[in-house]
């Protein structure tokens, strides 16, 4: 994906910054972001069915349009699937949308991400999650921090590296048996199940609400406002 081939579907345009990008499932495949500073959209939608691996530099969704551009811009990210078609996708690159991303139901969305060559991050894109998000934060030290909440949905951690939750969020948590650190900066609010090998902490006075199972480590210490309308330890 860059600025200079004529390789989309209409008419075989050259993509401009700031033009909406819509990704179909006859296109499904591995998109590589060129441009050392990334590319710019004002809007993104990945079509029900499709099946996309995003690697490489930045995707950054805003309100800007393309200069003489007839666009309306959403600043947004869609994720469609629907019953018959479920859709897969996997950001090992960075992105960021101003006015967030939905999954639908039906839908995957994975963050990979290893400090190397998949560095895969949400950064503070909000989440509207009606399917299934995962953050598969492979190598032990390294931390990715989601700073836009999550509302709704399964939410898997993965790997053994840390996930820092940093704004009030919710719904179904799942912390994998290498599941390394959970680090909660902001409240929880729904299911959180741990697995063993798995590590949850937090800031003083984060809350966690919901059914909790835990297998793993807890730091309890720094967890200090704790409301378990059930738990098993």
């Known amino acids: 994906w860059n600025t200079s081939d004529s390789n989309w579907t209409n008419e075989q345009v050259v993509f401009a910054p700031g033009d909406y990008a819509k990704f179909l499932v006859s ?62 996708v996997v950001f090992e690159n960075q992105v960021d949308f101003m006015n967030g991303m939905t999954i639908a139901n039906n839908a995957t969305v994975a963050v990979s991400n290893n400090g190397t060559n ?13 399917g299934d998000l995962i953050f598969n934060i492979e190598t032990a030290g390294n931390v990715v921090t989601q700073s836009g909440s999550i509302t709704g949905g399964n939410v898997t951690k993965q790997g053994a590296g840390t996930l820092v939750i940093g704004a009030a969020s919710g719904g179904n948590f799942v912390q994998a048996q290498d599941g390394g650190v959970v680090d909660l900066q902001a409240d929880w609010t729904g299911s959180y199940t741990q697995a063993a090998g798995g590590t949850l902490t937090g800031k003083n006075g984060v809350t966690l609400n919901g059914n909790v199972e835990l297998a793993g480590a807890v730091r309890p210490d720094d967890i200090m406002n704790v409301a378990y309308p059930h738990l098993d330890v």
């Not at 666009?71 to 479920?86: H, P, R, V, W, Y």
């Not at 998949?118 to 009606?130: M, P, S």
């Open 27 to 88: 296109g499904s495949d591995t998109v590589t972001i060129i441009p050392y500073g990334g590319i710019q959209v004002s809007g993104m939608e990945i079509e029900e069915g499709s099946d996309y691996v995003f690697t490489g530099n930045k995707i950054t969704g805003n309100m800007t349009v393309a200069s003489n551009s007839t666009i309306t811009a959403t600043g947004a990210l869609e994720i469609k699937a629907d019953a018959s078609n479920a859709t897969t």
């Open 118 to 130: 998949k560095l895969g991050t949400l950064g503070t894109t909000a989440v509207t999650n009606n």
